[in-house]
C-alpha cells in the first residue's frame, strides 16, 4: 500500500517541521542526516510490523485551479549498526543500514508499511525528493498490539555548540593529521569527519557522499590507547564514530589518507553529551 489517508485507530505522533535547517533531501546527499529524526524502540522480543504515515500540514503552493500540490516525500527505517551505542544525529552509511524504504509520492499522505526488528531501536526519517524544500508536517505510527515507543530524536542530548575545525590530511604519512581535545567529565562523544572535497564533480546531481580520498579516523586517549575507530580506509565523504570517554583529560583524534600522494582537506566536528568538553 502507497497511498492511504488514515483517520482511525491508535496511533503514536510526532510534529516536524524542514527549515533552513533541516531539510536535507535524499539519502543520495550528505545533508540527508540533517532530516527530522524519530526514534521507534521496540523492547519487546518479536518484531513488529507497524503502518507509517507522514502527513503534511499545509501544500507547498496551490495552483491557478485552487489544486492543492505538495512535495514528493518519502520515509525511510535506519538501524544502528552498533545496536549498543547511544542514539546520534550523525548518521553516515557506516554507522547505520537502511532496513525499508517507501517510494515518494506527492500527496498529502504518504505511508509505509515497516517492520522493527525485536529488542532495537530504529530512525525514522522522512525526507523530500530536493533539499531546501520547507514545510511542516507530522509523523506517525499505528502499532496496533504492538508496545512501541516513538520519540523525536532532536539533539540526542548532545551539546547545542559542537566543536569542528578545518584540517589538512596528508597521503602516506605515518602519523596522519593530529587534532587533540580536552574533556571536563567522563561522557560518550559523537565524532564526524567531512571531507571538503566531492569526487567526480561533473555528477553531482546524482549525490555528494563520496569523495575521491580515502580516509579513516581513530582517537586515543592520553595513553596512546585507541578508544574508537571508523575502521578500514574508505572514500565515504563522510565518516562518524562515537566513543566513551570514561575520565576527564586529553584525547586525541588521528586522521589518515591514503590516495596516490595526494592531499585532501577535512572538516572533523565533534559533540558531547551534557556539557563536557
Excluded at 575521491?212 to 590507547?225: M, Q, R, V
Aim: hydrophobic share 30%; charged share 20%; proline share 5%.
Amino acid at each position: 500500500m502507497q497511498r492511504c489517508h488514515i483517520n482511525c485507530g491508535d496511533r503514536l505522533s510526532a510534529r516536524g517541521e524542514w527549515n533552513e535547517h533541516t531539510a536535507g533531501g535524499t539519502a543520495k546527499y550528505t545533508t540527508f542526516r540533517n532530516n527530522p529524526i524519530f526514534l521507534v524502540e521496540n523492547k519487546t522480543t518479536r518484531a513488529a510490523t507497524v503502518l507509517s504515515e507522514i502527513r503534511h500540514t499545509t501544500p507547498l503552493y496551490v495552483d491557478e485551479s485552487n489544486c492543492k500540490h505538495y512535495p514528493y516525500t518519502g520515509l525511510t527505517l535506519l538501524q544502528p549498526l552498533d545496536t549498543k551505542l547511544p542514539p546520534t544525529p550523525f548518521i553516515t552509511n557506516g554507522t547505520h543500514r537502511c532496513l525499508q524504504k517507501g517510494m515518494m509520492l506527492d500527496s498529502r499522505e504518504v505511508s509505509e508499511e515497516m517492520t522493527i526488528p525485536a529488542n532495537t531501536t530504529c530512525y525514522l526519517i522522512p525526507y523530500t525528493k530536493d533539499r531546501g524544500i520547507h514545510g511542516t508536517f507530522d509523523v506517525s505510527i499505528y502499532p496496533d498490539m504492538a508496545k512501541l515507543n516513538f520519540v523525536p530524536l532532536r539533539h540526542a542530548g548532545l551539546t547545542l555548540t559542537p566543536l569542528s575545525t578545518v584540517t589538512l590530511v596528508k597521503a602516506h604519512v605515518e602519523e596522519g593529521a593530529r587534532l587533540d581535545f580536552y574533556v571536563s567529565s567522563a561522557c560518550n562523544v559523537h565524532v564526524i569527519m567531512h571531507q571538503l572535497k566531492v569526487g567526480e564533480t561533473n555528477k553531482l546531481k546524482r549525490g555528494d557522499l563520496v569523495s575521491e580520498d580515502a580516509l579513516t579516523l581513530s582517537a586515543f586517549n592520553e595513553y596512546g590507547i585507541r578508544v574508537g575507530t571508523t575502521g578500514e580506509f574508505n572514500n565515504a565523504r563522510e565518516q562518524a564514530m562515537i566513543f566513551k570517554a570514561p575520565l576527564s583529560g586529553k584525547y586525541s583524534l588521528i586522521l589518515e589518507c591514503y590516495n596516490g600522494y595526494k592531499s585532501t582537506s577535512s572538516k572533523v566536528g565533534d559533540a558531547k553529551e551534557g556539557i563536557g568538553r
